[in-house]
């Protein structure tokens, strides 16, 4: 059955065309696949899984409805050089000193400190992020004008409004107070799903109502001023060479906008990047080493992953097979998903630290190491507990970190 998903016959895309209309409305993502999104649109009326899938997609948009649009220029803490159309968020792990000045900030890996949501952008742009993904999904499911319309609105306070929009930078993310105004890795608080951003606005710029072609061209420029100061700013640079993480969400993410904003050079140059990566940052065996020192290993572990397979969902679109590749003693995406799938499916314990240990937050890259192709990941799959929220690959087939949506 996905075979035949992911290598329609002709006729078959003749068929999606007559039923869907003009070919204008297939939307041109960047890590969703737009042949899947069609195909699961076309099933909804008689494929059960695909109807209930809709149903959890709904209910989430339902709620979105009522909340945002969301600003940087709400924030009531002036940020860094008084801009208050720069971003800015203060690093989640770092605490105050018992000092009189709370000087130095000391790093307690993974543990939350709640001062640092005072900065407000950095949970708006959780909020605006996922809102409008779902949203833009449930309309492209439903054609109910209300979805669209609202994930237009999102995505225009956050981008485009003048008065509202974010500064196409991230000079001022994760900043350690006493320490410096922002931090490279500060980049993550954007790579890590701003590429579901990018197919959102796809999907509205597929005629979803709301969503006019000067918005659509304001936000194409938005992304070409963001992905400049993505490679040429120190901290893109920095972000990029990270060796953990960090570094394959950046990479994920300068290669997803290139897609979006026409430069396939750049981003397929970014999956050759990768293909070194796979190499040098996971083993043989599939574990990836950095990833386990983290006092959040399994948690770690998936979230390069979704960076990992989302680059390969980008890749696949300017001719480079990421999932075929393998290092020279077999190291592949694939591998290091079969190296969490024994904890992920209950069959066996984690042996590494893990403070919040969620085994469904592996389903994502399961599935979609299962739909490329790997064997065990297809035998695995459904025995991972399901998301809160409920499954929504069938409609949604591009991973994300659902731990992270999820709490
Ligand atoms: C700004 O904050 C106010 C008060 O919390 C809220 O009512 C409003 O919706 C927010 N607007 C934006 C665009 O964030
Ligand atoms: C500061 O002191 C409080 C109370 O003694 C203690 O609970 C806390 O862990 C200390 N914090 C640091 C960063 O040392
Ligand atoms: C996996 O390979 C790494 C790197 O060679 C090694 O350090 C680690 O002990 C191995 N882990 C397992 C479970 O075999």
Not at 103 to 119: E, L, S, T
Not at 213 to 219: E, G, K, L, P, V
Not at 371 to 400: F, H, T, Y
């Amino acid at each position: 059955m996905r075979k035949q998903t992911l290598f329609m016959p002709f006729s078959y895309l003749v068929l999606h065309s007559l039923v869907l209309g003009a070919w204008s409305l297939v939307p041109n993502t960047v890590v969703l696949d737009k042949t899947r999104l069609v195909d699961a649109k076309v099933r909804l009326p008689f494929d059960e899984t695909v109807r209930k899938t809709l149903v959890s997609l709904t209910a989430q948009a339902d709620e979105w409805l009522s909340q945002g649009p969301w600003s940087v220029a709400n924030k009531t803490i002036t940020p860094p050089g008084g801009d208050i159309h720069d971003y800015a968020s203060q690093a989640p792990y770092y605490w105050a000193s018992n000092t009189s000045d709370g000087c130095p900030w000391i790093n307690r890996d993974g543990v939350h400190n709640p001062d640092a949501d005072k900065y407000t952008d950095h949970n708006d742009r959780g909020k605006m992020f996922q809102s409008s993904y779902i949203l833009s999904l449930a309309w492209y499911y439903t054609g109910q004008a209300k979805y669209a319309t609202h994930a237009g609105t999102i995505l225009r306070t956050w981008f485009i409004t003048p008065s509202t929009r974010m500064n196409p930078n991230l000079n001022h993310a994760q900043i350690v107070p006493c320490a410096n105004t922002g931090r490279s890795i500060g980049i993550i608080d954007f790579s890590q799903q701003y590429t579901s951003v990018l197919d959102a606005a796809a999907i509205l710029a597929s005629s979803a109502p709301g969503w006019s072609s000067s918005d659509a061209a304001a936000f194409q420029q938005w992304n070409v001023d963001f992905l400049d100061w993505l490679e040429t700013s120190q901290f893109g640079k920095d972000e990029s060479a990270a060796t953990n993480n960090h570094g394959t969400f950046a990479i994920m993410q300068s290669a997803g906008i290139a897609l979006f904003t026409g430069d396939r050079d750049l981003a397929a140059s970014k999956a050759t990047t990768m293909k070194s990566r796979i190499s040098t940052y996971i083993s043989a065996n599939g574990s990836q080493q950095l990833e386990l020192t983290r006092t959040r290993s399994f948690h770690y572990s998936t979230f390069d992953l979704v960076a990992y397979t989302r680059m390969a969902a980008i890749a696949q679109k300017v001719g480079v097979d990421l999932w075929a590749y393998q290092g020279s003693q077999g190291q592949s995406i694939h591998q290091a998903v079969n190296f969490i799938l024994p904890a992920a499916t209950g069959a066996q314990d984690w042996p590494y630290p893990d403070l919040d240990f969620t085994p469904f937050s592996a389903k994502d890259v399961v599935h979609a190491s299962a739909d490329a192709g790997n064997s065990k990941a297809k035998a695995a799959v459904d025995k991972i507990p399901v998301p809160p929220g409920g499954d929504l690959w069938p409609l949604r087939p591009a991973s994300e970190q659902l731990d992270a949506l999820n709490s």
